[in-house]
């Protein structure tokens, strides 16, 4: 993995060498090293570790997914702000399953980097109101719970926020 400055600077120089190119009228070279170029810009805002991290997420391999994610070292200084939210997210997803108060410091630091897609909001506030529940908040869950329902605009989690809600019934 290249730090983002790195990203950047790659960028910058095949844009450069592309310039040089339509400069001495190569119009294929100059199109070919531009396509060149969009690839060290595309990984800049789109961490190439995140990406397969979500991709063995999405198979349900959580050892993949965590193998890949912990080949970000220093996050805030190789990734973005948005990539660094979705790094403390995953790694939150990762230990919701065995340490939840490790998690819910993860998801809030994601919350407070910023997620850029909604249903990864409402997941996120979702599972912190699944761990203020269970830990006996019913304020708190009932906070999360109603902002994981504004954020899920297509009804994604519907199911998942009522199974929430009678369990919040019950305490």
Do not use: C
């Not at 969009?38 to 993949?64: P, T, W």
């Not at 660094?84 to 230990?95: A, E, K, P, R, T």
């Not at 304020?139 to 109603?146: P, V």
Request: aromatic share 12%; no cysteine; glycine share 6%.
């Amino acid at each position: 993995m290249f730090h983002k400055n790195i990203k950047l600077g790659l960028a910058a120089a095949t844009i450069g060498w592309a310039a040089f190119e339509f400069y001495q009228i190569h119009i294929g070279n100059g199109i070919s090293i531009l396509l060149l170029s969009s690839i060290f810009v595309f990984f800049y805002f789109k961490n190439e570790f995140l990406l397969l991290a979500f991709m063995k997420l999405r198979k349900q391999d959580f050892k993949g997914s965590n193998k890949w994610l912990s080949y970000i070292k220093k996050p805030e200084s190789a990734l973005i702000q948005k990539q660094q939210g979705y790094f403390y997210y995953l790694q939150g997803l990762m230990l919701s399953q065995t340490n939840m108060t490790k998690s819910e410091k993860l998801f809030k630091k994601a919350l407070e980097l910023g997620l850029s897609m909604k249903h990864d909001l409402a997941m996120a506030k979702l599972n912190l109101a699944g761990i203020a529940l269970s830990k006996r908040r019913k304020r708190e869950a009932t906070m999360y719970l109603t902002e994981a329902k504004k954020d899920d605009k297509y009804g994604m989690l519907k199911e998942q926020i009522a199974m929430m809600k009678k369990q919040m019934k019950k305490i």
